[in-house]
């Protein structure tokens, strides 16, 4: 059975949104003895092969509930007030500043996907997170039989279909991506 994926309520994208920064580029000049290069084939849809949030359970604001929340067991969205010490060489959360996107020490308040708020608190850098609000989530591999079929077509092919299973598959990330006027 195919997984129907439901249109967000503008209140629900505004929050969501508010966690979508795009990715990263930096540029170092480093010096390596024995070097090895590591390049992620089709790194979109690798990523949509993950959980994705499917359908709202449930929003909490209450300041009493947040404390009990066991972030280990939750998915979704969260709205938090972010520490990061000045000794963070290479800080790894985003925040919006001026219509750009940094990544700073201090103290901010933004919005981030639990997955990533999860993966940066494993690194054991110092990061102190406040949880603020919570956007539960269900959780689903909606993507994984599309991503799984461009793939191998992408993979077996060369030309003109290869660039055509390429295209299918970094263009659907993009579409969820827009935003919800755009798809209205």
Aim: glycine share 6%.
């Amino acid at each position: 059975m195919d997984t129907y994926i439901p249109k967000l309520k503008s209140s629900e994208d505004r929050f969501i949104r508010n966690s979508y920064f795009g990715g990263a580029t930096d540029v170092y000049k480093a010096v390596c003895e024995k070097l090895h290069y590591i390049d992620v084939n089709s790194l979109y849809p690798f990523g949509m092969l993950k959980d994705m949030p499917l359908k709202l359970i449930k929003i909490i604001k209450n300041s009493e509930l947040l404390k009990d929340l066991n972030l280990d067991k939750f998915f979704g969205f969260l709205k938090v007030e972010v520490y990061c010490p000045n000794t963070v060489k290479r800080p790894m959360l985003p925040v919006k500043y001026n219509g750009k996107t940094i990544y700073p020490t201090g103290r901010w308040v933004a919005t981030y996907f639990s997955e990533e708020i999860k993966a940066v608190l494993s690194l054991n850098l110092g990061y102190e997170i406040k949880i603020i609000e919570a956007h539960e989530y269900s959780k689903a591999k909606i993507f994984e039989k599309f991503v799984s079929y461009f793939y191998e077509i992408k993979k077996n092919s060369s030309g003109p279909k290869k660039y055509l299973a390429k295209l299918c598959l970094n263009s659907l990330y993009g579409m969820f991506g827009r935003k919800l006027e755009v798809n209205q």
